[in-house]
T-cell receptor, first 113, second 112 residues
Framework: DVKVTQSSRYLVKRTGEKVFLECVQD?????MFWYRQDPGLGLRLIYF???????EKGDIPEGYSVSREKKERFSLILESASTNQTSMYLC????????????FGEGSWLTVV | KNQVEQSPQSLIILEGKNCTLQ??????????LRWYKQDTGRGPVSLTI?????NTKSNGRYTATLDADTKQSSLHITASQLSDSASYIC???????????FGSGTRLLVRP
């Protein structure tokens, strides 16, 4: 079974703090994604990576950065957390190509106070 | 503009009853359409993937249909169970983009 693991399920951070959300997948997938999910808005793509050290901006990259130094690991970084970044963050991975199943992690609930 | 719209927004049914969830999309060019189930507080889990040439695909009590001409899909749940209570998300992928376009989901509550 494919496993996408998000290291932190629940976090509470203060405004201005730097936040790291880690994601690891164990199936040698090329593609990895970071989404945020807010009520009524569906999932929105923050960043996407199709290979090590490669990244592309999604629909809402402002205030975020990412790092992919190894194929299995994709990190989302909030350089200076703000209250409007309170959300559920979902990591996902898939094989290359558009027809493959995308597997999601369990999500990380971030509250910025 | 590429969009995916789902209806109803929420639905309550009695255990054992059937229900149908709708998904309309304007994504073009079309590659495939997916239905995901998301339990509260968990990540989405794939139910089906449908390509342009597929009209119907089943996964246990879940049956998805696709009409590529009218750009509509439905997810039919037969003999609902309490564990079916979840959000069901329709996702469409364009052939010209890696991006997934998500609907806002239908929240289903199955009552005993």
């Amino acid at each position: 079974d494919v496993k996408v693991t998000q290291s932190s399920r629940y976090l509470v951070k203060r405004t201005g703090e730097k936040v790291f959300l880690e994601c690891v997948q164990d199936m040698d997938h090329e593609n990895m994604f970071w989404y945020r999910q807010d009520p009524g808005l569906g999932l929105r793509l923050i960043y996407f990576s199709y290979d090590v050290k490669m990244k592309e901006k999604g629909d809402i990259p402002e205030g975020y950065s990412v790092s992919r130094e190894k194929k299995e690991r994709f990190s989302l970084i909030l350089e200076s957390a703000s209250t409007n970044q309170t959300s559920m963050y979902l990591c996902a991975s898939s094989l290359g190509g558009s027809g493959n199943t995308i597997y999601f992690g369990e999500g990380s609930w971030l509250t910025v106070v | 503009k590429n969009q995916v719209e789902q209806s109803p927004q929420s639905l309550i049914i009695l255990e054992g009853k059937n229900c149908t969830l709708q998904c309309n999309y304007t994504v073009s060019p079309f590659s495939n359409l997916r239905w995901y189930k998301q339990d509260t507080g968990r990540g989405p889990v794939s139910l089906t993937i449908m390509t342009f040439s597929e009209n119907t695909k089943s996964n246990g009590r879940y049956t998805a249909t696709l009409d590529a001409d009218t750009k509509q899909s439905s997810l039919h749940i037969t003999a609902s169970q309490l564990s079916d209570s979840a959000s069901y998300i329709c996702v469409v992928i364009s052939r010209s983009s890696y991006k997934l376009i998500f609907g806002s989901g239908t929240r289903l509550l199955v009552r005993p």
